[in-house]
């Protein structure tokens, strides 16, 4: 699968944007897919994580209450609206896939696929 993150800009601190990966393939449904991000001289951190069917998700506790991951399966889709954003939310956000997986993850090594990344820059 390949896989097209889209939608970062620059935002003002307690703003909103929503991030979107397009996937290819007829196969969507079959991975689960996940967000993570990467920081100017930080370690790419896991941000949020959604099951096949976009019943479960899982966060990590530093957007919990203010990101919403979600997934269009007919479009192939995967979202993730950022609301409340901080300073320190600014990053290159990437969005991941694994058909393999039978349960969500933070651990950026079980994906398999990987897009390209966009910027978000959050301004206080």
């Known amino acids: 699968v390949q896989l097209q993150a889209s939608g970062g800009g620059l935002v003002q601190a307690g703003g909103s944007l929503r991030l979107s990966c397009a996937a290819s393939g007829r196969t969507f449904n079959g991975y689960i897919m996940g967000w993570f991000r990467q920081a100017p001289g930080k370690e790419r951190e896991f941000v949020a994580a959604?099951?096949?069917?976009?019943?479960?998700?899982h966060y990590a506790d530093s957007v919990k209450g203010r990101f919403t991951v979600s997934r269009d399966n007919a479009k192939n889709t995967v979202y993730l609206q950022m609301n409340s954003l901080k300073p320190e939310d600014s990053a290159v956000y990437y969005c991941?896939?694994?058909?393999?997986?039978?349960?969500?993850?933070?651990?950026?090594?079980?994906?398999?696929?990987w897009g390209q990344g966009t910027q978000v820059t959050v301004s206080s």
């Open positions: 991941a896939a694994d058909a393999t997986l039978r349960t969500l993850t933070g651990s950026e090594t079980d994906y398999a696929y």
């Open positions: 959604i099951t096949r069917g976009g019943v479960v998700t």
